[in-house]
């Protein structure tokens, strides 16, 4: 199963990585990469931060070349402001790909006219895209959901509207604003707006093994699978969907080692980008994903809460997988 194109830009497979916020810095995005993602997303960015100059922001647009192709995400309310903003993110980084997010369903956000918020006017994506589509060079994508609830899915309008404006593509997350991330996602709407779309569809939502993401693209046609969750301590899963779409062969399971090593790398990258002590911090999260399914990992999950440098952290891993080791020798 070969890639396909977005604009001007070549996806060499069918895997996505979703744009998470507080997750898809550049450490797990190159990670991501290397295990086979076609495709990685940064975590939204807000066009007033960008337009602010404020430094956190600005860090957030930084691409590792290795991580090409890579599309930058950018949130806001107002047609000026997210323009300027997608002006700054064309001129100024060397992203691929910029996309528009009106899937957000954090208030903070749709308080300030942005992410899901749109969802409710067909009208306001079109000129919001155009706008967006028109001022910049790059290929402008959109990631929306559903609609706002179960009795505003306005899901075909909107398609229609983000590819009249100029997007090239339109990932699609089918829940709407109300559910959350929660309940299940309805693959059925993603279907139907695959079919009215003269752009790629990249599906999202509940994507959780390789079956599942051939499944999708077998059935409901979408271009690509956009994977979130599942790949959280977990980038075998975009290493597994991408070789069992290509061969219809699924990789085996990671060894123990092999997940704390990567895990372990995962953490020197962050390091290498925010510091030791916030890096660490930030680990403990990841930490306790990249241990999920490991036998008896719980006790090794709250000493990893309390690990405040990266020794410590390598101790405790490593100390638990050469437990798992004689274990498994024994037996």
């Not at 590792?64 to 700054?88: C, H, M, N």
């Not at 390789?210 to 077998?218: G, L, R, S, V």
């Not at 490991?294 to 891993?317: C, H, M, W, Y």
Request: hydrophobic residues 40%.
């Amino acid at each position: 199963m070969s890639g396909f194109k977005i604009g001007n830009v070549d996806i060499k497979n069918r895997a996505v990585l979703a744009p998470m916020a507080g997750v898809t810095n550049p450490a797990f995005r190159l990670i991501a990469k290397e295990f086979g993602a076609g495709l990685v997303c940064a975590e939204m960015v807000s066009d007033k931060g960008i337009l602010l100059e404020n430094a956190r922001t600005l860090r957030m647009l930084y691409v590792d070349e290795r991580e090409k192709p890579l599309s930058l995400q950018i949130f806001g309310g107002s047609k000026e402001t997210l323009v300027q903003a997608a002006r700054y993110v064309d001129q100024n980084t060397n992203a691929d790909i910029i996309d528009i997010n009106m899937g957000c369903p954090v208030p903070k956000v749709t308080k300030c006219e942005a992410g899901a918020k749109w969802l409710l006017d067909p009208e306001k994506v079109y000129e919001m895209v155009n706008a967006v589509s028109n001022a910049v060079e790059k290929p402008v994508t959109v990631k929306m959901r559903l609609g706002w609830d179960e009795d505003h899915i306005y899901i075909l309008d909107n398609v229609r509207a983000a590819q009249s404006g100029g997007a090239s593509a339109i990932a699609i997350h089918g829940r709407t604003r109300s559910q959350q991330y929660e309940g299940t996602a309805n693959w059925e709407w993603i279907g139907e707006a695959k079919k009215i779309a003269t752009v790629p569809i990249i599906g999202n939502g509940d994507i959780s093994t390789p079956q599942e993401a051939k499944h999708a693209i077998d059935h409901y046609g979408v271009d690509a699978v956009m994977i979130g969750r599942a790949a959280l301590g977990n980038p075998w899963m975009l290493y597994q969907t991408v070789q069992y779409l290509e061969t219809g062969e699924l990789p085996p399971e990671p060894a123990a080692r092999e997940k704390i090593d990567i895990c372990m790398l995962h953490l020197d990258r962050l390091i290498a980008i925010k510091g030791e002590l916030t890096a660490v911090r930030e680990m403990r999260q990841h930490a306790a994903w990249y241990l999920k399914g490991l036998k008896g990992s719980g006790p090794v999950r709250k000493q990893i809460n309390e690990a405040e440098s990266r020794d410590t952290f390598g101790i405790i891993l490593y100390h638990f997988v050469e437990q798992l080791e004689r274990q498994m020798q024994e037996v």
